[in-house]
C-alpha cells in the first residue's frame, strides 16, 4: 500500500482546507484510515480516525472543528479542516492500518498564520 497525501498549503486563522490522501495497491476498504500530524519541535499526535465501517473518533483538540471521510470507491480519504488555529500548523500524514500492517504517507503540510 502507498499512501500519497495532498491538500496542505499556508491559510489565515479561520480559514479552512481539504487534505485527501489517496492510497493505491488492494484492500483498501478493509483499512482504518488514520491523521496524525506533527508541529515542529513536536512528537507525531493523533488527529482522527475512521474504521472501515465509516465510524469517526477524533482527538478532543480537534472536535467540532475537523472531519474525516472516505470514498472506497476513489481509495481516498479526506480531512476537512475548518476554523484553523495557528496551533494547527504541523505536518499531517496519513497512515492505513489493518491488524498488524501499517502503512504511512508522507505528509502534507499545513501552516496557518495569525
Known amino acids: 500500500v502507498q499512501l500519497q497525501a495532498s491538500g496542505g498549503g499556508l491559510v489565515q486563522a479561520g480559514g479552512s482546507l481539504r487534505l485527501s490522501c489517496a492510497a493505491s495497491?488492494?484492500?483498501?476498504?478493509?483499512?482504518?484510515m488514520v491523521w496524525y500530524r506533527q508541529a515542529p519541535g513536536k512528537a507525531r499526535e493523533f488527529v482522527a480516525r475512521?474504521?472501515?465501517?465509516?465510524?469517526?473518533n477524533y482527538e478532543d483538540f480537534v472536535k467540532g472543528r475537523f472531519t474525516i471521510s472516505r470514498d472506497n470507491r476513489k481509495h481516498t480519504v479526506y480531512l476537512e479542516l475548518t476554523s484553523l488555529k495557528p496551533e494547527d500548523t504541523a505536518v499531517y500524514y496519513c497512515?492505513?492500518?489493518?491488524?498488524?500492517?501499517?502503512?504511512w504517507g508522507q505528509g502534507t503540510e499545513v501552516t496557518v498564520s495569525s
Open positions: 497512515k492505513a492500518a489493518r491488524g498488524y500492517l501499517q502503512y
Open positions: 495497491g488492494s484492500g483498501f476498504s478493509a483499512n482504518h
Open positions: 475512521i474504521t472501515p465501517g465509516g465510524n469517526a
